[in-house]
Structures are given as structure tokens and as C-alpha cells.
């Protein structure tokens, strides 16, 4: 699959790390300590001289322990000097408590038989008590060590509590006028490296609910339409997703679809198979009617066989479509496949087609069960992984003409089922010249190259979204970058993917699963897959999605092989074309038909993705033309 957009994570880690300090203001203070019991009682403090403080800082403190070492005052362990505050020395009169206990015994105390049960006695008495000495003495943040006793000089007064609260506070505040409040995305930045950063779409939401007055209660119908969908799994899938939408254009009743059995992976399955077909008819009931079967008194008519013009408007299917229904009451549309224009339709029409593919087309029951055990597997130990379209198969080499680093036996062998295929109309095809063009699927090398110039390292877990890729050594190159490969086939047990094995379809819906819910989506070629899970990803929130550059890519590797360039100056380049192909935000780019402008499944904005910051502005602008308006009506 192909993120098709570019899919910004632009993580700055350097700069994060500095942003999480707020601004650099650094104030160097000296170490303070506070009594905290001040609080309960500084509303009763005498006027004290403000040029005190009853913060001790260190340089005051190793002045004070020195005078008091000078000094021949007695250093008792309390304050000795006067005291001219209101402390409540708890802790200190306890002290002396236990001093006055040990003096009250007679000088024959200690001596006799009673000396080791007196000691004793007050040894336990002294245990009990320290305990409710330790308390207070901690809460008041008092060091009882004679080394943080201060003696007159160092006494600090209480005076200036509320002045110092109120400064503090103050720092406080302007440091919360400094430092605003963290975004989100920035604490994101700061947790997760630069190479899994999905991209800022934070100003975007989903926008395909259903208005209470679009749904639809008209139980008459123009006539059914029988689909058949065409091409593997994603071409089937967006197919179908345009047909119900044709299905409201044409006011008819959709019939469940048909699968392809006839694609170049032959695989039988229908849509119950692949699909949760209760799911999607009731997802849909509001919207268009939906029937399993055509009814009896129509089963047995042959339908009129039509394939639908391609990237057709609403108008082609009302004014061409509509009467051919009415007159013959069943149509069956041989192909689905871009049968619907990526522009210019009703905004409910596109809502449409993104309420069947995002909500109502929905994998069976074994298939999500199976995608959900692999992903966790993938995930194990919360490790992120990237999900890989390796589009570097049999079918898509031998179509596109494409052989670089093949054997000349390979190559002869894609020619030759390029020429079996018959509706394929190109069949003399220069590969070296398409390649330089960007019109070839990446090797597996050339994949490898382009994951670690991004910067992801070896022990990245890789999946690989394809099925088997050609060539006898091809993943030799990418295996020696990248060790840690997986894919359906080596993550699931035998056991498990028995019941998938015959069926493609299948498997692809599987490998779809796993690439949605990657942490980073890149793809090889802009083929159906890609198309529709950089799509979804987009619609999910914008889920990092690389779209690689390819014409610049094959450019550079062949540099780099050449010698031209060194490693450092090909990886500053490759991020450098990437840094806005990430998968972020922007609006499906027109082209100058149909056929050459941007898929709207592989970008469903606008559409079924709206802005905010546009709307706001819209908003503005009404308000302005509604006040002008009415201010000259004054």
C-alpha cells in the first residue's frame, strides 16, 4: 500500500529536550531550609526588623557553627541565645525533659545493684519518648546534629514569613507566564523518536455522519443492480464502495456483490467469505437498500449487461443509467473498478462512499481474529513496527516491464507472461528507461537503502505486505540490512493459516490489517493496496504513511553505487525529499483528467476529512458579511 501523502513527522529531539525546561532562566540562590511551624503562627510575630529572615543559608550556617566554635558559650544542642520570636520548640523542651529525667537521680544512683535496671529503665523510657521527639523535630525541619545549632549570630527571626510566601509565589507565577502549559504533541515529540512521529493533524477530524434528514425511508426502487467486482481485493473493495454510491445516485437496490474469480490469483471466495455482510447491510440500511438475492421473479431474467463509462459524474448514471433500469428492471455492471469520478460530486455522495469503505465493508470474523493475533505478535514488548509493501511480485514485474536486479532467466520469464496475458496491451516494454522514470516497483535493496537512509536501524521490526516476492536472491540484500522480517506466512502457525492458504483474497486481507495498524506504512509502488491503506490511515488520523520519491530514489542509489555521493550526503538527501511525503495533511490534488489526478480513496480530504482551522475561519467571514449586512441596513 502506498501512503500516497506525504506524511509529516517532523521531530526535532535536540531541540524537544531544551523545550521541556520552559524558558532558560537559572537563578542561583543559596540552599535554604524552612521551619515550617512559622505558618500556624506568624500572624502573632512583633515587628522584627525586615532585613531578617528565617531562611539559615549554608554560607550563613557555616559562619554561625564557626563563631559558635570561637565562642565560650556552651553549645547545649538548643538555641542559647535570646530568643525573640514565638517559637513553639517542642522538640527542644523535650530535650530537656529527658536532661532533668537523668539528673533526678542521687549521685549513689549510679552505683550499686540497681545501676544496670536504672540505666535500663531510662534507656527505655528515652526510646519511647524519642519517638514522639522525632516527629516534631522533623516536621520543623530542625537538624538536631550540633553541627546546625546557631548560636546568637546565626539565630534567624520569623520575621518576613508572609513577605517571602508572597515573593515565592510570585516566581511562580511569572515562571507559569514563561513556561504555558505543555502541548500534547510536544510531550509526544519528547517520548517517541523522530522516525515513528506520525504527522500533525491535529486541526482535522472524520466528517461522514449521516444527517438525521438524509435518511432514506423510500422503500420503492428504480429496479436492482447486480455488481460485479473486478480485480484482486482492493480493486474489488474500492469498486464496491462506488457502487453503493451509484446504487443512491440511481435510487436502485443494490444486490450483494460478486467476487472476481477470474484476476490472476484465481481465488474462489465470495464476498461472505471476505467480508461481514450482515454488518455491511446494516451499516447501509439508512442509506441505500441492500438485498442478499435478487427476488424470485427476477432471479430467472437476464440481466442487461453494462460496463459503467469510467470516472463517470452523477449526472451519467441519471440521465444514461436510470432509464435503462426502469425499462428493464435488473442491471448488471461487468466492472466496478474507477467507474466513479474522484471530484466533483455531491458532498453526501462522498460521505457515502467512505461510510461503506471505512465503516461498513468490514472483514469477516476469522479474518480480524487472525489480523489482531498477528499485529500482536508483531507488537511484542510495545515495539513499533513498519509495515512494507514490497510490491516486488511475478504479476506486477511481468506487467510493469520491470527486471533490475533480476537474473536474464527472470527476466525472460516475466516477457513471457507478459506476452500470455492478453489483456494486458503493453507488451514491448523498456525496463531500464521505466525504472529511471520511477515507473518500477523498489527492489528489495533499494528498499533497504531507502529505510536505513531515513534512519531506521537494523533491529527494526519489518512486515512484508506482498505475497511471494520474485526473484531467487532478492531478499538476500534486504535481510542483510534488515534481520527482523515477518510476513503472514513466518508470524502465523501452520495451524492458523491452513484455512487460508488457497485463497489470495484472503491472505490480502489479512496483510491489509496488518499495514493498517502499522506504525509506519511505506510502499513500493502506487498500486490498489496502496492506494486504499494510505487512505484509511489518512481517514484514522493521519497514521505516518512514507511515499517514497521514487525517480529521485533510483537517482541517488545509482550515485551512491557509482561512488559519486557518500553515504551521509545520500541519506541527508533522502530525508530531505521526504520530509513533506509523510502522510500529513493536505487536499486531493486535481489533475488534468481523471485518470492523472489524485485517487480519492488513497485521500479521502476533502470529503470525509474537514478542517477545523477552516471552518473557523469560514465562520469569521460569515459573521463579518452577516454585520456588514446589517449594519447597512442602519
Not at 276 to 299: C, Q, S
Not at 343 to 348: D, F, V, Y
Not at 506 to 514: E, F, K
Amino acid at each position: 500500500m502506498s501512503s500516497g501523502a506525504p506524511l509529516n513527522s517532523n521531530n526535532n529531539d535536540d531541540d524537544d529536550s531544551n523545550s521541556t525546561t520552559g524558558g532558560n532562566i537559572s537563578v542561583q540562590k543559596p540552599t535554604r531550609r524552612r521551619i515550617a511551624d512559622f505558618i500556624d503562627h506568624v500572624d502573632k510575630l512583633p515587628n522584627i526588623p525586615s532585613d531578617y529572615s528565617y531562611y539559615i543559608s549554608d554560607e550563613e550556617e557555616s559562619n554561625s557553627i564557626n563563631n559558635a566554635n570561637n565562642s565560650s558559650s556552651s553549645f547545649n544542642g538548643s538555641f542559647s541565645g535570646p530568643h525573640d520570636h514565638f517559637h513553639n520548640h517542642q522538640g527542644v523542651r523535650c530535650h530537656r525533659a529527658l536532661r532533668r529525667k537523668l539528673c533526678a537521680f542521687p549521685p549513689d544512683a549510679c552505683r550499686g545493684k540497681n545501676m544496670v535496671r536504672k540505666v535500663t529503665v531510662v534507656l527505655m523510657f528515652m526510646a519511647v519518648v524519642s519517638v514522639f521527639v522525632k516527629a516534631p523535630v522533623l516536621s520543623n525541619r530542625f537538624d538536631v546534629s550540633s553541627k546546625s545549632r546557631v548560636r546568637d549570630k546565626g539565630l534567624v527571626l520569623a520575621r518576613m514569613f508572609k513577605d517571602d510566601w508572597a515573593f515565592s509565589q510570585s516566581v511562580v507565577a511569572e515562571d507559569n507566564k514563561q513556561e504555558p502549559s505543555m502541548p500534547i504533541r510536544v510531550l509526544e515529540k519528547i517520548s517517541t523518536p523522530e522516525i515513528w512521529m506520525k504527522p500533525n493533524s491535529d486541526n482535522y477530524y472524520q466528517c461522514i455522519a449521516r444527517p438525521k434528514s438524509q435518511i432514506s425511508n423510500n422503500k420503492k426502487t428504480n429496479g436492482y443492480i447486480v455488481v460485479h467486482a473486478n480485480g484482486g481485493l482492493n480493486q474489488m473493495r474500492t469498486g464496491i464502495c462506488d457502487m453503493v454510491a451509484v446504487a443512491k445516485i440511481m435510487n436502485a437496490t443494490l444486490v450483494l456483490p460478486l467476487l472476481d474469480h477470474e484476476s490472476f490469483w484465481t481465488d474462489p471466495s465470495d464476498f461472505k467469505d471476505i467480508f461481514d455482510w450482515r454488518h455491511f447491510m446494516n451499516v447501509l440500511k439508512d442509506d441505500v437498500n441492500i438485498v442478499e438475492y435478487l427476488p424470485t421473479r427476477y432471479a430467472r431474467k437476464k440481466p442487461l449487461l453494462k460496463a459503467p463509462v469510467s470516472w463517470s459524474k452523477a449526472s451519467y448514471y441519471r440521465n444514461e443509467m436510470v432509464p435503462l433500469l426502469k425499462k428493464h428492471k435488473v442491471i448488471k455492471f461487468s466492472h466496478t473498478d474507477s467507474r466513479l469520478a474522484n471530484n466533483g460530486l455531491a458532498g453526501s455522495i462522498q460521505r457515502l462512499r467512505c461510510r461503506a469503505n471505512y465503516e461498513a465493508l468490514r472483514y469477516s470474523k476469522d479474518i480480524e481474529d487472525l489480523g489482531k493475533i498477528l499485529v500482536d505478535r508483531l507488537r511484542n514488548n510495545s515495539e513499533p513496527y513498519v509495515a512494507l509493501h514490497l510490491r516486488y511480485e511475478k504479476d506486477m514485474l511481468a506487467f510493469t516491464g520491470c527486471s533490475h536486479n533480476l537474473t536474464a532467466e527472470e527476466a525472460e520469464d516475466l516477457r513471457v507472461m507478459r506476452y500470455n496475458v492478453k489483456h494486458w496491451k503493453e507488451k514491448e516494454i523498456d525496463g531500464i528507461k521505466r525504472r529511471l522514470q520511477g515507473g518500477c516497483p523498489m527492489s528489495p535493496r533499494e528498499a533497504a537503502l531507502f529505510l536505513k537512509a531515513l534512519g531506521y536501524p537494523s533491529t527494526t521490526t519489518i512486515y512484508i505486505v506482498a505475497g511471494e516476492i520474485y526473484g531467487s536472491s532478492s531478499m538476500a540484500a534486504f535481510r542483510e540490512e534488515f534481520p527482523n522480517v515477518f510476513s503472514h506466512s513466518t508470524l502465523a502457525t501452520e495451524e492458523e493459516l491452513e484455512p487460508f492458504k488457497p485463497y489470495q483474497n484472503r491472505l490480502a486481507a489479512l496483510d491489509y490489517l496488518v499495514a493498517l495498524e502499522s506504525d509506519v506504512f511505506v510502499h513500493t509502488y502506487d498500486g490498489n493496496m496502496a492506494k486504499a491503506v494510505q487512505g484509511h490511515r489518512r481517514f484514522e488520523g493521519f497514521r505516518k504513511s512514507i511515499n517514497p520519491d521514487k525517480q529521485n530514489i533510483v537517482r541517488l542509489i545509482d550515485q551512491l553505487d557509482e561512488g559519486a555521493i557518500s553515504w551521509e550526503e545520500f541519506s541527508s538527501e533522502v530525508k530531505s525529499l521526504h520530509s513533506d511525503r509523510l502522510g500529513g495533511p493536505y487536499l486531493r490534488q486535481p489533475g488534468e483528467s481523471p485518470r492523472l489526478e489524485e485517487n480519492f480513496y488513497a485521500n479521502p480530504f476533502p470529503g470525509c476529512i474537514c478542517d477545523r482551522s477552516q471552518e473557523r475561519v469560514a465562520g469569521l467571514k460569515l459573521d463579518e458579511r452577516l454585520s456588514s449586512r446589517a449594519a447597512s441596513k442602519k
